[in-house]
T-cell receptor, first 113, second 116 residues
């Protein structure tokens, strides 16, 4: 069975500080991995995706993520957080092809000014 | 600009009512999805469709049905609404035909449904 774990429900960082959001997955094969962001009152927007190749993936809004097969992780990072990054972040894994996604439970990011 | 629209942002219904949630996409995507989002549970897939008149059950299909008569429109139906179906409902669409948006799901703004 596939699952996605986001161990941190809430994270608070100061504006300008670095950020790392954790995501672990369980899947028997090489997964397709995604990070989505949901700003308050809005739908989800794709930040980045990993299918194969270079394990460090660059996304929009200055975010990046690194796929580590040995740790079954796909952590999201940003070197300097802006107040507008306050949102909920979801990691997702594609299961069985056809773009069916299994989402993690999300991490709520709060940014202190 | 790609767009997924949902018929209502907020909806209040009574227990036992039949509820229709509509989703329309203008990107000619072949795949469409319905999720419900609940605090602490993330997004859970209810139903999805790969083509017109095709549908497949997701992880939590009980109490729901869907209809896809046209490629751009995917409807979620609650045959007899219950209070445990109070939730945020999100629609998404995607294509697996290639291109820069390959396998990216585009989401609508969501419908917050309250069943009293």
């Amino acid at each position: 069975a596939q699952s996605v774990t986001q161990p941190d429900i809430h994270i608070t960082v100061s504006e300008g500080a670095s950020l790392e959001l954790r995501c672990n997955y369980s899947y028997g094969a090489t997964p397709y991995l995604f990070w989505y962001v949901q700003s308050p009152g809005q739908g989800l927007q794709l930040l980045l995706k990993y299918f194969s190749g270079d394990t460090l993936v660059q996304g929009i809004k200055g975010f990046e993520a690194e796929f580590k097969r040995s740790q079954s992780s796909f952590n999201l990072r940003k070197p300097s957080v802006h107040w507008s990054d306050a949102a909920e972040y979801f990691c997702a894994v594609e299961k069985g092809g056809g773009n069916k996604l299994t989402f993690g439970t999300g991490t709520q990011l709060k940014v202190e000014l | 600009d790609v767009k997924v629209t949902q018929s209502s942002r907020y909806l209040v219904k009574r227990t036992g009512e039949k509820v229709f949630l509509e989703c329309v996409q203008d990107m000619d995507h072949e795949n469409m999805f319905w999720y419900r989002q609940d605090p602490g549970l993330g997004l859970r897939l209810i139903y999805f469709s790969y083509d017109v008149k095709m549908k497949e059950k997701g992880d939590i299909p009980e109490g729901y049905s869907v209809s896809r008569e046209k490629k751009e429109r995917f409807s979620l139906i609650l045959e007899s609404a219950s209070t445990n179906q109070t939730s945020m409902y999100l629609c998404a669409s995607s294509t697996t035909r290639g291109g820069s948006s390959y396998n990216e799901q585009f989401f609508g703004p969501g419908t917050r449904l309250t069943v009293l």
